[in-house]
């Protein structure tokens, strides 16, 4: 079993649409949690830490469930700029953080 | 001007060469990190400093020789590479080593080797 596994997709979704990624990870005592995003040819970029209550900023909104070992990420609204990659990342304590390979997700006019 | 800057942005080398990654932030990080990224997979940490001190070494092979001479700076120096470590090198940086904190990534290296 992949220690940090997401659907790769693509998610191709219109515009204004909600899209939901998921993400599940290996080791139970993984410590934090984040969602980045990387655009075509880009570098990664943090979006949104995950914290164990839920955390919402604008129209995104990730969630944590520590019973099932996932983490989710909804995209509300969805916009032509929300195209790109979205890697879940998951830290398992010190310096042992884990990438995800990456959902893409293509929003269309 | 970006915080984390590498150069260069592409690089062509021969199997029989050596060459070397530049990464310099500019955020007065404690921590850098060097990551590979391939098609298709996740991206693999290689290497960890906290305070210019190596403390993360993930199994990665010895042709690639990392330095740290502060803060400020890393570099990757590679030698006699193999067809299949062509990747995407990215650098990163932040506040403390490990953890929760946030990782600022430089534009990465584009590394083909032929």
């Known amino acids: 079993r992949k220690e940090v596994e997401q659907d790769p997709g693509p998610f191709n979704v219109p515009e204004g649409a909600t899209v939901a990624f998921n993400c599940t990870y290996s080791?139970?005592?993984?410590?934090?949690f984040f969602w980045y995003r990387q655009d075509c040819r880009k570098e990664p970029k943090l979006l949104m830490s995950?914290?164990?209550s839920g955390n919402e900023d604008g129209r995104f909104t990730a969630q944590l469930n520590r019973a099932s070992q996932y983490i989710s990420l909804l995209i509300r609204d969805s916009k032509l700029s929300d195209s790109a990659t979205y890697l879940c990342v998951v830290n398992e304590g010190g310096f042992k953080t884990i990438f995800g390979a990456g959902t893409r997700l293509f929003v269309k006019a | 001007e970006t915080g984390v800057t590498q150069t260069p942005r592409h690089l062509v080398m021969g199997m029989t060469n050596k060459k070397s990654l530049k990464c310099e932030q500019h955020?007065?990080?404690?921590?850098m990190y060097w990551y590979k990224q391939s098609a298709k997979k996740p991206l693999e940490l290689m290497f960890v400093y906290s305070l210019e001190e190596r403390v993360e070494n993930n199994s990665v092979p010895s042709r690639f020789s990392p330095e740290c001479p502060n803060s400020s700076h890393l570099f990757l120096h590679l030698h006699t590479l193999q067809p299949e470590d062509s990747a995407l090198y990215l650098c990163?940086?932040?506040?403390?080593?490990?953890?929760?904190?946030?990782?600022?990534f430089g534009q990465g290296t584009r590394l083909t080797v032929v």
């Open positions: 990163a940086s932040s506040q403390v080593a490990g953890g929760g904190a946030e990782a600022f």
């Open positions: 955020l007065g990080h404690n921590a």
């Open positions: 995950v914290y164990s």
């Open positions: 080791n139970s005592a993984s410590q934090s």
